[in-house]
């Protein structure tokens, strides 16, 4: 689903709705790089117990809300370079446990100052910030 003109994950969310649970469990890696999203809605991630790989580079997503990923338990690469991010909220990676790669490349995030923001990610090993505007 990269390279389109997907604006909202909510239409992807109503197409997912319609398939069966074994559909789903198949899902292991989501691409939806190189879109418009803008905003990240609530119901994206229920359905997709199973994800290990969501590349959501080069989309138009200002902030992640708390525990929007926390669904993603199985999650082990999250790709969120090149989109305009100002804002991480308190748990937004809340219950990603299994997340071994969260690429934070490119955004406009100025700050990491709230220790919950990573909170819960027992397996991350590699966190990837460059140029961003983060003051240290």
Known sequence: LNNNKI????????????????????FHKLLLYDNKIEILDYGFSSNLKNLRILNLEYNRISFIPKNFFSNLIFLIDLNLKFNPIIRLEPFCFSNLKSLNQLKLDYNFLTELNDQNIFAGMSSLNSLHLSLSLIHI
């Open 7 to 26: 604006k909202s994950i909510r239409n992807l969310i109503i197409s997912l709705e319609r398939l069966n649970d074994s559909q789903l469990n198949e």
